[in-house]
């Protein structure tokens, strides 16, 4: 069974994080994932918090995008976070919203360049090395973290595109594949993020990690779910969200495992109605998958 996880949205305020981060670690939730969304929640000032209040839980950021942080700056932030709560951050990197970068001044022209030479410069840096590198967007000089993580944590790139897919399995340790992918697009993910790993000849596995929209109920929960993916893709068919009861999301979650995903990590609607209550119904689907 792939490891399962849930979100935070940033579509609820930062207020509402506590409650929910609490409510993960009481239902017995492994991983909880945050977004950095413009313009709402940063991912590392919630990541600190989140693991501040709680002794076990995982903390995923999928993802913090590129082009707003340079890449010091981001490996200044995990290092930090890392050392105070060694092996219990998941950080992961994208492109984020080309729409977004543009509002802010940061959109680059290739964004694939960019994630080239900055995927492997910041796990150089977590790793304590003294990088000096001058490509089109990544610049450095002799940088060296004074306080890298004793143990350099797996960094994670997001992608949809196979351009992006295939250059996530070359130079990151998994790969994050957002929200409204069926599972036989997963398939298809898997297989061009392996051959990317393979060509760059890199050992081992490529992890994937799916991010699934979720609702747990009856046919308003079922709508709900539907709603919320189709109005990013209005033609999204319903066979691209976990809904219904514990024993439905199981079976769910098993198609995409069937898929080549890793890691399966349920994904609240915007609107859900009982925050707390969903990550209580997350803690029991990590349960029935178990026995």
Not at 110 to 131: F, I, W
Request: net charge negative.
């Amino acid at each position: 069974m792939p490891r399962i996880g849930a979100i935070f949205q940033p579509s609820f305020p930062p207020e509402r994080l506590r409650a929910a981060v609490e409510a993960a670690e009481s239902a017995g939730v492994p991983e909880l994932w945050l977004w950095e969304d413009c313009f709402r929640e940063s991912a590392f000032a919630t990541a600190a918090a989140a693991l501040a209040w709680t002794e076990h839980l995982k903390v995923g950021i999928g993802i913090a995008p590129m082009p707003l942080r340079n890449v010091a700056l981001t490996a200044m932030e995990i290092a930090t976070i890392e050392r105070m709560f060694p092996g219990r951050l998941l950080p992961g990197v994208g492109h984020g919203v080309l729409d977004w970068m543009g509002q802010v001044g940061a959109r680059v022209a290739s964004p694939l360049t960019l994630m080239r030479e900055y995927v492997p410069a910041l796990r150089a840096l977590l790793a304590g090395e003294e990088v000096t590198t001058s490509g089109r967007y990544v610049k450095l000089d002799r940088v060296k973290l004074d306080w890298p993580p004793a143990v350099a944590p797996r960094i994670l790139a997001a992608g949809e595109g196979p351009k992006t897919l295939h250059l996530t399995g070359e130079v990151a340790d998994g790969t994050i594949i957002p929200g409204g992918a069926s599972a036989e697009r997963i398939a298809e993910s898997a297989a061009v993020v392996r051959a990317g790993r393979a060509a760059a000849g890199r050992d081992g596995d490529s992890e994937v990690i799916v991010f699934v929209l979720a609702a747990f109920g009856g046919d308003e929960a079922r709508e709900r779910a539907l709603a919320d993916l189709r109005h990013w893709d209005a033609t999204a068919d319903p066979g691209r969200i976990a809904a219904g009861s514990v024993d439905d999301v199981v079976a769910t979650i098993r198609r995409y495992e069937e898929a080549g995903a890793d890691a399966v990590i349920l994904q609240p609607t915007g609107d859900e109605p009982d925050l707390e209550g969903f990550y209580g119904k997350v803690g029991e689907v990590v349960r029935a998958a178990a026995a």
